[in-house]
């Protein structure tokens, strides 16, 4: 799990959700966005992981996804450009198969692209 400093606050959540740049990833087992806005002053790069009731009907399910999400930002944190808000939001995902590696490249995937990712 992310430390809370590495967690963004429910006051920065609204302002990054409005005022951030988005990416999209789809294929057909995930559907994913990403949204960040940089922060002038602030050091450490902060997440958010939202998976409405919609697409993940349990509570459990949701809770599991949000882990598995979190491990794997965790092991690329050290990759990402200081300073950011980053959301992530699950549009579609087949829950029987949620799974570390499934949703690792799409996760890397949408970084480099929104080229927050440092090689």
Not at 31 to 43: R, T
Not at 72 to 87: A, H, R, T, W
Request: aromatic residues 8%.
């Amino acid at each position: 799990m992310l430390p809370k400093k590495n967690r963004i606050k429910t006051n920065l959540f609204q302002e990054t959700q409005k005022k951030s740049d988005r990416f999209f990833y789809k294929n057909d087992i995930v559907s994913l966005s990403i949204s960040f806005l940089g922060i002038k002053g602030q050091e450490e790069t902060k997440f958010a992981v939202v998976i409405p009731k919609k697409v993940v009907g349990k509570a459990i399910q949701r809770n599991k996804l949000k882990r598995v999400i979190f491990s794997i930002l965790e092991k690329y944190i050290k990759n990402i450009k200081l300073g950011y808000n980053i959301i992530i939001k699950i549009q579609k995902i087949d829950v029987d198969l949620i799974n570390r590696d499934i949703l690792k490249e799409p996760i890397k995937d949408l970084l480099i692209k929104s080229s927050l990712f440092l090689k």
